[in-house]
């Protein structure tokens, strides 16, 4: 590192050559603010030479001119001084000469960047980082020990304690953990859950004033291009914030634990990466608009393609679990064949392969496919409309049924040979939630 000072009118010895030669006029300034060093605007900087330090009795001279009636040894021993333990500081602390006297200016933000800041803080309390347990042996000792199987986030949906999240989050889960913003940890219990829809709902006893429940907001008026902020805990890191645009509406993806698909989902570009499940999915103003749930990746990791299920879905939903601790969705009680099957049969519908006696198809009288005596294959009904509205495939049909309520009576038309039937059924509830 080179060592700088200011030493100014010195008559360098010529048997060194380390020096340029300093100016004939070595009247300066340096700086405005020092008094006797005002007059003259002209100064220079010459490297401190360790020949001069160590041979002083050779025949140099310094001279500082101040002004032409002044000059004293003080002045010059004063300046020497300061200059030697300015140098040694920079020496000791290992700053670079060029940035020792840098002055940070102050960080100025755009009011963009202040609102996503905001945001952000605002909305960051409300953010939980959900820890999934299993009960595993220890193949040696035989022990059971309890280890973290899986992991994703939640947020807070009000003062009582209830946490939303996805259902895949917390599935096959012995113990749940939840850790609020401030760090503190939770045991959480499952109030209810909805595997349709890929929501649930936990508990945690935690003080009302550690828990601070997430602004709701609408998603029925959702536009392509808004902007958007998914807040959550990627891969285990602690509190992350990723931007983007709504990219597309009223997509349709399957629940990842029963295959139902889930209509209306909002795609975004926004980063949503694993441990992002069951996160929040913002508006501008910092309303809640979707629970983060999927990605589309071969790899898993995020593509620029990511799907949050509606906050307008979600808000049903946790009612009824906060209520009830289930979900009343009607079902026809049948087991339907795959979508590619009955292309290849050359007809448009959903073919019944089971319904059973005790169900609501069953009770109305509905065909299920079986094999004859021979081992022959007899195709069950096929059914192509529910209330009039057709039926194509399987998602056709669970979306009219979300449409219906337990109880209701449907008119169900089916393709049973050559001809059509048309049966009424009685729609109820799934058996493990009654």
Known sequence: ?????????????????????????????????????????NFKLFPISSHL???PNENVSSKFFIDK????????LFILCTSLALSFSL?????????????????????????TVRLFQENTPSVVYITNLAVRQDAF?????????????????????????????IRGASDLRVTLADQSTFEAKVVGFDQDKDVAVLSVDAPKEKLRPIPVGVSADLLVGQKVFAIGNPFGLDHTLTTGVISGLRREISSAATGRPIQDVIQTDAAINPGNSGGPLL????????????????SGASSGVGFSIPVDTVGGIVDQLVKFGKVTRPILGIKFAPDQSVEQLGVSGVLVLDAPPNGPAGKAGLLATKRDSYGRLILGDIITS????????????YRILDQCNVGDEVTVEVLRGDHKEKIPVVLEPKADET
Do not use: C
Request: glycine share 6%.
């Open 386 to 397: 529910v209330n009039g509205k057709k039926v194509s495939n399987g998602s056709d049909l």
């Open 141 to 169: 000792t035989l022990d059971v020990l309890e280890v973290p199987q899986g992991s994703g986030s939640g947020f807070v949906w009000d003062k009582d304690g209830h946490i939303v999240t996805n259902y895949h989050v």
């Open 283 to 298: 508006d501008s103003s910092g309303s809640l608009i979707g629970i983060n749930t999927a990605i589309y990746s071969p």
């Open 1 to 41: 590192m080179a060592v700088y000072s200011l030493i100014t009118s010195a008559t360098v010895p010529k048997s060194s050559s380390f020096y340029p030669k300093p100016p004939t006029n070595s009247n300066f300034t340096l700086f405005k603010s020092t008094p006797f060093l005002r007059r003259n605007p």
């Open 53 to 55: 330090l160590q041979n």
């Open 91 to 115: 020496y000791l602390t290992d700053v670079d000469p060029a940035l020792a006297f840098v002055v940070t200016s102050p960080r100025k933000l755009q009011t963009d960047e202040l609102a």
């Open 69 to 76: 009636d002044l000059s004293s040894f003080k002045d010059s």
